[in-house]
């Protein structure tokens, strides 16, 4: 598969990044992934206001852009709360945190520069990723940093809505499509497992795309 085909099928989740509004809406064309690789990240948080509430686990999965999208990294922590009391009781059950799961967790600042050292220059992805983008946004401005990936995200949930036939899923939880299309799970709410979902997600929808589009092919030479 050639560079400009794997974008193509990659395009319908493009979206620029505005790093001054901290929006990604405005749609980004395939050629925006030249050169680059995915950051595939998942953040896992202790309620759904990222003014109010903290990011609680980071995973990520470093990919190369190219046939079969091959790992290269990945990376995952779990982050210290400053303030647990301001959590939401249901979002820390979804994550599973407790005092000695989080024994180990690094601060946020800590947990922040790893991740830019991870993902610098790349193009984060993400299932659904616009609350993640929310957070880290948040994240970035509280330990200081500057936007270090790429100008353009890519969302993994379009693209599984454009590869996928309507009445292959019934709901567009990454959890529901990774079943549907056989992909088993690390395990539930860990971000790291949910990154590695999300990376499997993809690369099949990126098989099923590209066979399809073979079989177009051949189907017109015939």
């Known amino acids: 598969m050639t560079e400009q085909r794997l974008a193509a099928i990659l395009a319908p989740g493009l979206r620029w990044v505005d790093a001054n509004t901290r929006q990604a809406d405005r749609p980004a ?11 595939i990240l998942d953040l896992e948080m202790s309620g759904p206001d990222p003014q109010v509430h903290e990011i609680l686990d980071i995973g ?15 990376f995952g922590t779990k982050v210290r709360p400053k303030h647990i009391g301001t959590a939401n009781q249901a979002s820390l059950r979804i994550v599973g945190y407790s005092p000695k799961a989080w024994r180990d967790a690094v601060s946020l600042e800590d947990a922040v520069a790893e ?12 299932w659904g990723i616009r609350l993640d983008l929310a957070f880290l946004f948040e994240a970035l401005e509280r330990t200081g940093y500057e936007w270090p990936f790429a100008d353009v995200v890519l969302d993994v ?13 019934d709901s567009w939880n990454l959890g529901h499509v990774a079943d549907r299309l056989g992909i088993g799970r690390l395990g539930e709410h860990g971000a790291l497992a949910d990154a590695y979902a999300a990376y499997d997600v993809l690369a099949k929808l990126v098989e099923l795309a590209s066979s399809a589009s073979e079989g177009e092919r051949k189907a017109a030479r015939s």
Request: charged letters at 25%; a negative charge.
């Open 115 to 126: 991740l830019v050292e991870f993902g610098a220059g790349a193009v984060l992805a993400g």
């Open 157 to 169: 949930q379009p693209v599984a809505q454009a590869v996928l036939k309507d009445g292959t899923v």
């Open 60 to 74: 990520a999965v470093r990919v190369s852009l190219e046939e079969g999208l091959p790992e290269e990294a990945s």
């Open 29 to 39: 064309p395939p050629e925006a992934l030249e050169g680059r690789e995915l950051c």
